[in-house]
């Protein structure tokens, strides 16, 4: 049918629901060889992880640009908008071109003969419209970022990728990828495919590298692990940092993104061993202008706002990290809402001790922790911070904006949802 709107387009992409049965590629195999496998005419980045793939995809994907090429991107989730989710050149996909990929993959996957109790879940749907896209636009190469693991991920359905990337490993979605660090790289690992390379990002935990370097070996692949970058100097405008004698400038805020940068660097050092021809100048120029929303982004500065999507224990302790480093002691409002699937006590723990004041919110989402439940958790970890249960996001912005001097500082974080439904609001205000 035809499409008259972007809502109307996204009511049928997310009619297809999260779930869509068993954890395998048959699905998304299925709906691609009833395209046509467009994705066997491309190359790519493939990039796994549980923190930092959103930033190191970004950086990558910049470089190549900046060098010259049709370059794809695709990430998970998105911030501001689900265009952002498939891009070329930075450009997000546009409305029309959505609605025309969606009415094309719609009708594939309505030629299909599925086993009983399988469909088309709406990441499958949304991974094969972006491919199809990438394809049809003639993209040198795509940077690919994983939803979600990395065995059945439905972007797993793609062929030996140019370079394989792991960003840093930590435990998230453990019900669905394991309790460990160990059972989650391993899963995450099968993006790993004979005569590739694997990049790792510096410092993972544990066993992680072991991992690594045994799936590897398995498949036939070879294995860097990212050199440890080292930190000029690094401020509220950014961090210089040096990389195997290379110096480099990010306007990202945060340590952690300067190991997300050097892995970005390390790709692209791999991508130039097999002829991609990425000058110095690219890389310079596309790491100094790169943004991403929601990743310790500052949005205004007097108070100072910041916005973090960190929703995990690790990107909380990132998140902190650069709290302790950068700024003073007290005067920080927090603006926190969390989902259920979330060690979020921990979490909560964590930001508490660094709290003044926190405005307890519900996410955008049926897996939100009620504000309430929030609330009292501050409370119960440190009676000495102002804990309020304000609802929504709108709400508790315009609170904690009339309390703040302008010498504090309102840190928005604990959940994509929180960060984007921020994000919108703000950039309307300001527009």
């Not at 950086?59 to 498939?86: C, H, K, M, N």
């Not at 590739?196 to 690594?212: C, F, R, W, Y």
């Not at 070996?217 to 950014?238: I, R």
């Not at 009292?376 to 911070?385: A, D, F």
């Amino acid at each position: 049918m035809p499409m008259n709107n972007v809502k109307q387009t996204l009511d049928v992409i997310h009619a297809h629901g999260r779930f869509s049965g068993k954890a395998s590629l048959y699905r998304i195999r299925a709906l691609m060889d009833a395209l046509g496998n467009p994705q066997r005419t491309l190359r790519f980045v493939h990039i796994a992880g549980t923190n930092g793939k959103g930033s190191s995809a970004l950086l990558t994907a910049a470089a190549l640009e900046q060098a010259g090429y049709q370059t794809g991107l695709f990430i998970s989730p998105y911030v501001l908008d689900f265009r952002e989710r498939i891009q070329i050149n930075r450009d997000w996909i546009s409305p029309d071109d959505l609605a025309v990929y969606t009415e094309r993959v719609l009708t594939a996957e309505q030629s299909l003969i599925l086993d009983e109790g399988e469909k088309i879940g709406e990441f499958e749907f949304t991974t094969a419209l972006a491919l199809l896209y990438f394809a049809e636009h003639d993209c040198d190469i795509v940077v690919l970022e994983v939803g979600l693991g990395g065995r059945y991920d439905a972007t797993n359905v793609i062929d030996a990728p140019e370079v394989a990337v792991m960003t840093h490993i930590a435990l998230d979605h453990m019900a669905v990828l394991g309790n460990t660090v160990e059972e989650i790289a391993a899963d995450k690992s099968h993006i790993v495919k004979p005569g590739t390379v694997l990049v790792s990002a510096p410092k993972q935990p544990g066993n992680v590298p072991e991992i690594l370097r045994a799936r590897c070996v398995e498949v036939g692949a070879d294995y860097v692990e990212t050199a440890l970058p080292e930190t000029v100097s690094s401020d509220l405008m950014g961090s210089s940092f040096a990389c195997k004698g290379k110096q480099l400038f990010i306007k990202m805020i945060g340590s952690h993104q300067v190991q997300n940068a050097a892995t970005a660097y390390e790709v692209l050092l791999q991508l130039r061993k097999k002829g991609w021809n990425i000058p110095d100048g690219a890389i310079e120029q596309a790491f100094s202008t790169a943004v991403m929303p929601a990743r310790q982004e500052i949005l205004s500065h007097d108070p100072l706002l910041l916005i973090d999507g960190a929703h995990n224990l690790d990107g909380v302790g990132a998140l902190c990290a650069t709290l302790d480093e950068m700024l003073p002691p007290g005067g920080i409002s927090f603006i926190l809402g969390m989902v259920e699937d979330k060690q979020y006590r921990a979490c909560i723990q964590m930001l508490t001790r660094r709290a003044d004041n926190v405005y307890a919110v519900a996410a955008d989402t049926p897996r939100a922790i009620p504000s309430a439940e929030i609330a009292s958790c501050v409370r119960e970890y440190s009676p000495y911070t102002n804990a309020f249960d304000c609802g929504d996001v709108r709400s508790a912005l315009r609170r904690a904006q009339r309390s703040a001097t302008e010498d504090d500082v309102i840190v928005v974080c604990g959940s994509l949802y929180v960060a984007a439904e921020a994000e919108n609001i703000l950039r309307a205000d300001r527009n």
